[in-house]
């Protein structure tokens, strides 16, 4: 099987082609004809930042949200920042902890919104199909508009910069969303974990925050074989964010344990 020299698609997950001799998947052609300006990238983070008096920070309590908090409040030092979690309903207690603790530790108000995405979660598993992109779609259009109710124009949240080419999206009713992790590499968001009150839960897959990833990952490996992540972790060794032995070590099947599967599949009236 043919496996993509520059980054982790194979011919399961991605089209590849030989070129001068060596197998390039169709994503990463795409890259070598556009590839992005890093420097252009951070520069226009570091502007608009700059702009920035008052922001609702996405907080999951995950890793990534976490380090997002550190550097809105510690290295930008937005002077109105407020952390807000969205709880979907299937949170890991250790998130929810892990939130508290360092919203405490960095001195921002912090405030849960609960809600019950059963939906969306029971519909992946039935179908085999990854929860992520409904999950979080849904809980920016809800940060959204907790925004506008409250007078923010930004929402800061976690993410890298996967696909596009600027850290920041236009959303509707004059709000910004800045993905303020942009081009950060695994290395250096570990760092700053390092720094703060973060203790790693014990969760299957690469969550450090949700109880249905691990059991979504499972069903989609027994139908494809493979991680419905495979396409984000492969633009992150494409863009050199993280390590190809990482890489693999993330895109594993999961193993579950029993009673997280169990505590899954209860909550949501569905039969193992
Ligand atoms: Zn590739």
Redesign the pocket.
């Known amino acids: 099987m043919l496996k993509?020299s520059?980054?982790?698609?194979d011919e399961r997950t991605?089209k590849i082609d030989i070129i001068d001799g060596r197998p390039?998947?169709r994503?990463?052609q795409v890259y070598l004809k556009h590839p992005f300006n890093r420097e252009k990238i951070r520069e226009e983070l570091d502007e608009l930042m700059k702009t920035v008096e008052e922001a609702v920070l996405a907080y999951s309590g995950g890793k990534d949200s976490v380090v997002a908090l550190y550097l809105a409040k510690e290295v930008y030092k937005i002077p109105e920042l407020e952390a807000v979690m969205i709880d979907h309903g299937l949170m890991a207690e250790e998130a929810i902890e892990n939130a508290e603790r360092i919203a405490r530790y960095l001195d921002v108000p912090f405030k849960i919104l609960r809600y019950d995405y059963s939906d969306i979660f029971r519909e992946a598993l039935l179908k085999a199909q990854s929860p992520c992109r409904a999950c979080s779609r849904r809980t920016m259009e809800k940060l959204r508009k907790y925004a506008l109710r409250n007078g923010y124009r930004y929402i800061i949240t976690g993410h890298e910069l996967p696909f596009g080419h600027h850290p920041y999206r236009q959303m509707s009713g004059g709000i910004t969303q800045i993905r303020l992790l942009s081009l950060m590499s695994e290395k250096e968001r570990l760092e700053i974990l390092g720094k703060l009150p973060f203790e790693f839960p014990q969760l299957p897959g690469y969550t450090t925050n949700c109880l249905v990833l691990g059991p979504a990952l499972e069903r989609y490996w027994e139908k494809h074989g493979h991680s419905f992540e495979h396409r984000r972790i492969?633009a992150l060794v494409?863009y050199g964010l993280m390590s190809r032995e990482r890489a693999e070590e993330e895109l594993k099947r999961p193993h579950v344990p029993d009673e997280q599967k169990e505590l899954v599949f209860k909550r949501l009236g569905l039969s193992l």
Do not use: G, T
């Open positions: 993509c520059l980054c982790i698609h991605a390039i998947c994503e990463c492969a494409r």
